[in-house]
Nanobody, 124 residues
């Protein structure tokens, strides 16, 4: 069964940076849109960023635009999220997922499968 493994989270001070990675396993995701989501304590999971199958199109939540950059390396079956100028409100567990129907469908986040996620904690 295909699954994803997220990594790269950690504890960082406000204003700092982290780079998250999501590796797909079990099948190749090179024809899928890929995206990042996050869930803060007591809140619903939300869409953060998405990238089309070939990397030509990206979309971001308003809250991260200009600070986060999503990219992918299809040869490595991996998608990345570079997070700069982190804020306390970015604290959350970050997840990735894939969607063959494109970013618009991906952003809805209606999935039953989620990886274990990676914790990002931003301190002031």
């Amino acid at each position: 069964q295909a699954h994803v493994v997220e990594s790269g989270g950690g504890l960082v001070q406000a204003g700092g940076s982290l780079r998250l990675s999501c590796v797909g396993a079990g099948r190749f995701f090179s024809k899928d849109a890929m995206g990042w989501f996050r869930q803060a304590p007591g809140k619903d999971r939300e869409f953060v960023a998405g990238i089309s199958f070939n990397g030509g199109v990206t979309e971001y939540a308003d809250s991260v635009t200009g600070r986060f950059t999503i990219s992918r390396d299809n040869a490595k079956n991996t998608v990345y999220l570079q997070m700069n100028n982190l804020k306390r409100e970015d604290t959350a567990v970050y997840y990735c997922n894939s969607e063959p129907l494109g970013i618009s469908t991906l952003a809805a986040g209606r999935y039953t499968y989620w990886g274990q996620g990676t914790q990002v904690t931003v301190s002031s």
